[in-house]
C-alpha cells in the first residue's frame, strides 16, 4: 500500500512537468519550421541579385537568380502549407570543359558544394548546396550561406572552363 501511494505521490508530482513538456512540444510541432519561397526572393532581391518568379514544375518549387554573370536556382524541399524547410542552391554549367575528372576534382578538393557531371553532347556540371532551414531564424540565417554559394560558385563555373557571356 505504501508503494502505492508513493507512486500515485509521484505521479502527481510529474504530472504537471510531463503536461508543460506535451504543451511544449505541440507548440513546436504547430510552428512553422521554415521560409517561403517569395520571402527567400525579396531578401535576394534586396542584396541585389535579379530573382525570376516562383514556378513549379514537376512537384519542384524554385525560382532563378542572375548574378554576377551567371544564372542560378533556387529550391524548396519539405514545404508544407507553403513553408519550406529546406532550400537548394543550384546551378548547372556548361561547356566542354565540364568533364568527369574536373568534377571529381572539384568534390575531392572542395567543401560544401556538391557537384556532378552530365555527359551529353553539351556536357554539363551541375553544382549544389544544400542548406537546412531552422524554424524562427528568419531569412537572414541563410545569409552565411549564400555568402559560400556567391564565394565558390564563380570558382566552380570557371574550373569547369565557363566564361561568363
Known amino acids: 500500500m505504501r508503494r502505492l501511494a508513493l507512486a500515485a505521490a509521484l505521479a502527481l ?97 572542395n567543401r560544401y558544394l556538391k557537384a556532378f557531371h552530365t555527359a551529353a553532347e553539351t556536357p554539363t556540371a551541375t553544382v549544389q548546396y544544400d542548406v537546412v532551414v531552422l524554424s524562427g531564424e528568419g531569412v537572414a540565417q541563410l545569409a552565411d550561406p549564400l555568402a559560400v554559394w556567391l564565394q565558390l560558385l564563380p570558382k566552380f563555373a570557371g574550373e569547369m572552363g565557363y566564361v561568363a557571356p
Open 13 to 109: 508530482s510529474l504530472s504537471p512537468l510531463t503536461a508543460g513538456a506535451a504543451s511544449a512540444q505541440t507548440a513546436r510541432a504547430t510552428a512553422s519550421r521554415g521560409l517561403t519561397p517569395a520571402e527567400v526572393g525579396t531578401w535576394i532581391t534586396g542584396l541585389g541579385g535579379r530573382v525570376g518568379p516562383v514556378q513549379t514544375e514537376n512537384g519542384l518549387t524554385f525560382f532563378t537568380v542572375t548574378n554576377a554573370g551567371l544564372t542560378w536556382a533556387v529550391f524548396f524541399y519539405g514545404c508544407e502549407a507553403g513553408v519550406c524547410g529546406e532550400v537548394q542552391f543550384s546551378a548547372v554549367v556548361p561547356g566542354a570543359g565540364a568533364t568527369l575528372d574536373k568534377v571529381n576534382a572539384w568534390n575531392r578538393d
